[in-house]
């Protein structure tokens, strides 16, 4: 694993200003000198030849296990961790672990503090944090297809390439595409263990971000955007490397774009403390939206005043930006083999969301 060097983050930082020919800068190492140097614009990263693997296997002094769960009649819940992994594609589910790239120089993953007054941001007087993947791209010249890692270049609007992708400069042998997965064997009281397996096939992410800023009223706000793109994720309850059984779910061509709040509508982070069934516990929430001007609309339409026209005009925007709805599309789900056919919800506008959470312990 390498982190991008100091002076490749000061390209990252400043590459509006600089002139492409900077770019080939040699890399030198990060000191805490050199981080002290950062004025706060933002800082960019890509992790280079990465691989990650653990598992659990107690005779060879490896433990990787999730405890302190108990089921419904207090019987503790043992959970090996079989293999936890981030590698290439064409993995084989983690059996042939090869290096990936997670980022490039030119679109790496980024830290920044951003300026809520700017337009494309609309958080006034705040500052914002944001954590990013890779943005997504224009098609022409730049843009790979989301989903299909066999289609080269001009094919889609996602910056991370596919794993032997040919450049001007040769063959990307990583390519910025990982395969990752979770293998869990679980056991409950004297039952014998049951596997869950969680698999994906070069995952992207591209155009994936998190704001966060705190509100008037001392609560974390957030705006949450999540894409995810792959070819194949599978969802299996085979034994450790027996993936050929039928007891799996594959959605094929998976596709999901998740849109939780906006600027206007934040998702908002708290500890619930006003009950006693839920308190201490985390809850997410989307208010339900209102407007200062909303009684002066009629069926949808502006009365005419200042006031009306800015509601009409808000709404519009509200109910016709894309950016604001989800979608989740899967080309083909096939359940134990068996095909269903493609699957597709488009174009859902999530305007409230209420979720709490509670330690079992307190359920009656």
Known sequence: ?????????????????????????????????????????GIGFVMDDFVFSHGNDAANGKIFKISGINDSEGKPVSINV????????????????????????????????????????????????????????????????????TKGINSGDCSSRP?????????????????????????????GPKNLNFNVKSAVFDGSYLRLWGDDNLKMAAEFR?????????????????????SSVKMQDFQLELALG?????????ADNTSSEFKGGLTLEISKITHEFIDNLNAGVSDKSVGGDAAEAFFTDYYGNDSYRSNIVIGNLD??????????????????????????????
């Open 1 to 41: 694993m390498r982190l991008i060097t100091s002076r490749i983050v000061k390209l990252t930082i400043f590459s509006a200003l600089l002139p492409l020919t900077y770019a080939s800068a040699e890399m030198t190492s990060l000191s805490d000198n050199d981080l002290s140097e950062v004025d706060g614009a």
């Open 163 to 191: 794993a032997g992708t040919i450049t001007s400069d040769g063959v990307w042998e990583n390519g910025e595409r990982p395969d990752m997965g979770l293998e869990l064997e679980i056991t409950t009281g004297s039952s």
């Open 335 to 364: 359940v134990g083999g068996t095909s269903l056919g493609s699957a597709k919800i488009e174009g859902m506008l999530i305007q409230y969301l209420d979720v709490k959470f509670r330690d079992l312990d307190l359920v009656p």
């Open 82 to 149: 079989n293999q936890l992994y981030i590698a290439s594609s064409d993995s084989e589910y983690g059996s042939k672990l090869d290096p990936v790239n997670l980022g490039r120089l030119s679109n790496p993953f980024e830290i920044d503090l951003l300026d809520g007054n700017d337009v494309d941001v609309g958080v006034t007087d705040k500052a914002v944090l944001q954590l990013a993947a890779p943005t997504k791209v224009d098609i022409a010249g730049t843009g790979y297809s989301c989903i299909d890692p």
């Open 226 to 246: 999540l894409n995810f793109y792959t070819p194949e994720l599978e969802i299996s309850t085979c034994a450790q490397l027996n993936q050929a059984c039928g």
């Open 262 to 270: 906006t600027t206007f509508q934040p998702l908002y982070f708290s």
